[in-house]
């Protein structure tokens, strides 16, 4: 693939007295195709990537940088309608690989985070932005066992959220003990949404439609143009991490606020908590639009010990952040956890 696709390129688009420094990050590129399609009869996939990450990588030292983040604005703070600025939490997903089949059972039954933990799992959230970043599921799950929180062949209590928060510095208070499931106002809504607005953010028992067959708690934290947005600890699709209040408002069962400090709404881009990963076991990593390997789906080229904030996973890739508030998917196993 060198001789008869990578050398043509390079000779048709660089400078001479570039040329031994671009063979290398041809063979670069080829070689990180190898890996990726390692099958027979990829041919066609192995070229395309092969002409697209030399092209992008043409372009990108042409220009000097990538434009373009306007086009992806999914940034770690959101702006409010009222001219403050929300933190967007850390994200974790109870499926995680990493602890989706780790224990989280009451006595008499056999179940995991995966299964049972999303109320753990939006409690991590909370509490590896604002406190401690070192907090994950694991950590939240194994709390909420010890302290008697699970509840059998369910899910978690909802006493549960006060007391875990509180064992962190984090004030958290329940709106409502009635199910409001099928009520689209209330006091309680009233408040919520006051809250989101306010740059606080809103812990959700759903009951069945948009976001769960039967009880489900979800992470909102911000409000904006009649729409919220959400960290779902099962899912990352669209109609599940952003979609109307109104649709929210007619599926919720019970709702928590909790206080988020000033500090976290003065428009830093990435919380002092946040998740940081590094590129390693390459030289160059790609950044995609999407979490697949496609064609024309590149938007930046990440440097091996480059560090991102990392937003969310999905399968075998993380949502990331670079320094340059590009945001994009990357092969998680080209990250290393600091």
């Given at each position: 693939m060198i001789t008869y696709v990578a050398i043509p390129y390079i000779k048709a688009t660089a400078d001479s007295s570039k040329l031994a420094q671009y063979k290398e990050w041809a063979s670069l590129a080829v070689n990180t195709a190898e890996m990726l399609w390692s099958e027979g009869g990829q041919g066609k996939d192995k070229k395309a990537y092969v002409t697209e990450f030399l092209n992008h990588l043409f372009n990108h030292k042409k220009n000097g940088y990538y434009a373009g983040t306007d086009q992806y604005p999914d940034r770690v703070c959101r702006k409010r309608d009222e001219g403050g600025v929300v933190m967007k939490p850390v994200s974790y997903l109870q499926t995680?690989?990493?602890?989706?089949?780790?224990d989280y059972s009451a006595k008499g039954e056999k179940k995991t985070i995966g299964s049972s933990g999303c109320g753990p799992t939006a409690a991590a959230m909370v509490i590896a932005t604002l406190k401690d970043k070192h907090v994950t599921p694991v950590t939240t799950a194994?709390?909420?066992?010890?302290?008697?929180?699970?509840?059998?062949?369910?899910g978690t209590f909802y006493s549960y959220f006060i007391p875990q928060?509180?064992?962190?510095?984090?004030?958290c208070k329940r709106l409502n003990t009635s199910n409001l499931y099928g009520?689209?106002?209330?006091?309680?809504?009233?408040?919520?949404?006051?809250?989101?607005?306010?740059?606080?953010?809103?812990?959700a028992c759903m009951g069945k439609g948009n976001w769960t067959k039967s009880g489900h708690f979800i992470l909102l934290y911000a409000f904006e143009n009649g729409?919220?947005?959400?960290?779902?600890?099962?899912?990352?699709?669209?109609i599940r991490t952003k979609n109307t209040w109104d649709l929210f408002s007619g599926q919720v069962k019970y709702l928590w606020i909790v206080t988020v400090p000033e500090q976290f709404k003065t428009g830093n881009t990435t919380a002092s908590s946040a998740v940081i990963g590094k590129v390693s076991n390459c030289f160059q990593l790609n950044m995609r639009k999407t979490p697949k390997v496609e064609n024309g789906n590149i938007i930046s080229v990440l440097n091996v010990?480059?560090?991102?904030?990392?937003l969310d996973t999905a399968n075998s890739w993380y949502k990331a952040e670079t320094k340059q508030h590009?945001?994009?998917?990357?092969?998680s196993k080209y990250i290393t956890i600091q």
């Open positions: 995680d690989p990493r602890w989706k089949s780790h194994d709390w909420s066992v010890a302290h008697g929180y699970k509840a059998l062949n369910q928060f509180s064992a962190y510095g984090i004030s009520k689209k106002t209330s006091s309680a809504h009233t408040e919520a949404l006051d809250a989101l607005k306010n740059g606080n953010w809103v812990i729409y919220v947005w959400i960290n779902d600890p099962a899912s990352t699709a669209a010990n480059e560090e991102l904030t990392l590009i945001i994009g998917y990357v092969s």
